[in-house]
């Protein structure tokens, strides 16, 4: 353990609010000293994580140096996943358990993640995303949100937030006021959002509200623009909507955490420094930051700004311990209740439901099972021979990563051994890749595989030209938003593309699943 380095209050409680991110496996010198300065929470993302173990023994080191450090990771299941970034999630998003529509089992999935997380150390989940589906042309959101309706969207909201918290570990619910209704990715520029206040009340706030009520931790702000709320700030930097909506009006007490500042729509106009210290001063209580910046530097330089803003007058003081004592209190929080979830039978803490100590292993393979949509143009032959897979594959946006595999190929071959397949992108002209795909299939059966075809007209045409050429044999797997018309012999809607939707989806294309 390092030695506890006396710092003074004004700048224990800059580190306080800071959750920067760290690069490596185990913690660094750095990390550890800043710890001991006063450093309350810390971000980790799948480069930090090989394996549950060694998870477990990394959140012990940080906690070795302080017990109530909060330790934080961006896991929402499905399509975006750090936990098992390097194998697929194994748990389907929030678009696949929308689609179910039952919320005990959403509570229920929500409730194995938390244990798995609780049981790694980690205490605070940037998770879930509550935003509206409204513009399914969305870059960013897609199948990381329940839905577009609105009602929908907000019973499995919180839903998940009391099947999470119940494990111990606290919810954070996002992107406030709602990043659903863009056509823009924040991590790239800034999002506006032309919305009356009448639709923003009766959309976009119905799922923050109820997961108010349902007692969620923590609140993350997103980085778009509402002129109808403040026309000239984002809402991560908007006194109007962090402290007069979020606070004043809706009433949350609990703890404000920004979206990445390193997001170009706050760092290429305002810079991260800039950007943290009006992020504060508007009500954020936390700042992240960590998923491209992450260094000491990058610490040393936001609680450097936060100290001068404050000594030069432009932050007050007080606002920023309230936030730092904003998030000790949520620390103390987590402690309580992964104490009180390890108990057997233990009453549940406030702000969480009450539910069975475990939930089966398998409960992510069950829920994707049930979210699958199977059209069939005839009564379709399974395949039981080694087939072909041409996964028509789009550029992967900022969150979700490309780390992560996706698609049917794998779980077909551990079902049909001597399955193949190979990666296409996006062409002007789909005629060589058809022809290169009927190519290398020959007399295999063909498994397409998409993301959001709505969105890639190039996807669609090489979809229907497939379904052309091979009409009685082509399976189409979609594993994006259901927008396009089924196509092929046997389409399957995934609703997500976490790595059991794989496993779900060719436990029907082979006749394995379940009861079969």
Known sequence: MTTLVRTDTLTRDALAVL????????????????????????????????????????????????????????????????????????????????????????????????????????????????????????PVIGVRSFGADTALAARHTVAYIEGLQAAGVAACTKHFPGHGDTNVDSHHALPRIDVDLDTLHARELVPFRAAIA????????????????????????????????????????????TDGMEMQAISAVYGIERGSVLAIAAGADAICVGGGLADEETVLRLRDALVTAVRDGELPEERLADAAAR???????????????????????????????????????????????????????????????????????????????????????????????????????????????????????????????HRHPWMADALDALTAARPDDTVVVEMGLDRAEPRGALHIATHGAARVCGRAAAEVITGKGVGA
Not at 51 to 79: C, F, H, K, N, Y
Not at 392 to 413: F, H, R, S, Y
């Open 214 to 257: 349902a007692g969620s931790k923590a609140v993350m702000s997103a980085h778009i623009l509402l002129p109808a709320l403040d026309p000239d700030r984002p809402a991560t930097l908007s006194p109007q909507i962090l402290t007069g909506l979020l606070r004043e009006e809706l009433g949350y007490q609990g703890l404000i955490v």
């Open 327 to 453: 998030v000790r209190a949520l620390a103390d929080w987590t402690r309580r209740a992964r104490g009180a979830a390890a108990e057997p039978g233990a009453a549940s803490q406030e702000g969480t439901a009450p539910g069975t100590d475990t939930e089966p292993a398998d409960i992510g393979l069950v829920a994707a099972r049930r979210a699958l949509r199977v059209t069939a143009a005839e009564p379709f032959t399974p395949l039981t021979s080694a087939p072909y897979v041409a996964a028509l594959t789009p550029v992967a946006n900022i969150a979700v990563g490309d780390e992560t595999p996706w698609g049917v190929a794998a779980e077909l071959a551990a079902i049909l051994p001597g399955t193949t397949t190979d990666t296409y992108a996006a062409a002007s002209d789909v005629s060589p890749l058809v022809a290169q795909v009927l190519g290398a299939a020959g007399d295999r059966r063909i498994v397409a595989v998409a993301r959001d075809v």
């Open 19 to 138: 959750q920067p991110g760290f690069v490596g496996t185990t913690a660094p010198d750095w990390l550890l000293r800043r710890i001991g300065e006063g450093l309350s929470a810390v971000g980790l993302f799948g480069r930090n994580i090989l394996s549950p173990a060694q998870l477990a023994a990394l959140t012990a080191q940080l906690r070795a140096e302080r017990d109530d450090v909060l330790v934080a990771i961006d896991e929402e299941g499905g399509d975006v996943t750090r936990l098992e970034v390097r194998a697929g999630s194994s748990f389907p998003g929030n678009y696949a358990l929308g689609t179910v529509d039952d919320t005990d089992l959403t509570r229920a999935v929500a409730r194995e993640l938390g244990r798995r997380l609780a049981e790694c150390g980690v205490d605070l989940n940037w998770a879930p995303s509550a935003d509206i589906n409204s513009n399914p042309n969305n």
